[in-house]
Every structure is written in structure tokens, then in C-alpha cells.
Nanobody, 120 residues
Framework: QVQLVESGGGSVQAGGSLRLSCAAS????????KGWYRQPPGKGRELVSR??????ITSADFAKGRFTISQDNANTLSLQMNSLKTDDTAMYYC???????????????WGQGTQVTVSS
């Protein structure tokens, strides 16, 4: 039932910045973790940065010091990307992992993705 829509992707030169946003169709409860993932060309999907349902932030090594995840409001998740490199070229997805009731297994919700292309 949760729908996520990414925006903010585009083409940028190396060293530049982009800010991605993820808008939910409704309120994302405190029982949902949320984060950003990416899939470079020819590679699998990988974690960029996420906020767990407990509020902890986990980031990939390539993101540390350059990318910052934040929840701007109850319905919006953002990823500020600075000092972009060509290796950052990928489709970027936002996702929510939501826990319902007493279940310890989440239900995942994914956006459609937004393309980020970094040129040299």
C-alpha cells in the first residue's frame, strides 16, 4: 500500500552535487526503516545509506563523508550527494522496510528509481 517516488536525479559533472528526494504516498510510520540503494550499470543493487526503524544510520564506505541521508518530514526522505564521482553513476532507489504487528520480518516497498549520471 505504501508507494514511493524518487526525484532529483540527472546528469552532473564529477565534483558536483545532487539532492535526491523520495516522497511517500502517505505517512511512513516509526516502524519503518527507510533508505537509499543504487544499482550501477552491469552490477547488482547495493546499499547507499539507510535509517533503521530504531533511528540508526548505516552507510556504505563509498558514501561516508560525501552522502548524507535525512528525513525531512514524515513523508520525505532525502539523500544529499556531494563530490560526485563517475563511479556514482547508477539508478538510485529509495525503499522502506516496514514491520507490522509482532512480526520481525519486514515488508519491503521500493520506488521506481531515479537515474544519476556523473560525467568526467
Amino acid at each position: 500500500q505504501v508507494q514511493l517516488v524518487e526525484s532529483g536525479g540527472g546528469s552532473v559533472q564529477a565534483g558536483g552535487s545532487l539532492r535526491l528526494s523520495c516522497a511517500a504516498s502517505g505517512y511512513i510510520s516509526s516502524n519503518c526503516g527507510k533508505g537509499w540503494y543504487r544499482q550501477p550499470p552491469g552490477k547488482g543493487r547495493e546499499l547507499v545509506s539507510r535509517i533503521t526503524r530504531y533511528g540508526d544510520i548505516t552507510s556504505a564506505d563509498f558514501a561516508k563523508g560525501r552522502f548524507t541521508i535525512s528525513q525531512d518530514n514524515a513523508n520525505t526522505l532525502s539523500l544529499q550527494m556531494n563530490s560526485l564521482k563517475t563511479d556514482d553513476t547508477a539508478m538510485y532507489y529509495c525503499a522502506a522496510d516496514c514491520y507490522v504487528g509482532d512480526s520481525d520480518s519486514p515488508s519491503w516497498h521500493w520506488g521506481q528509481g531515479t537515474q544519476v549520471t556523473v560525467s568526467s
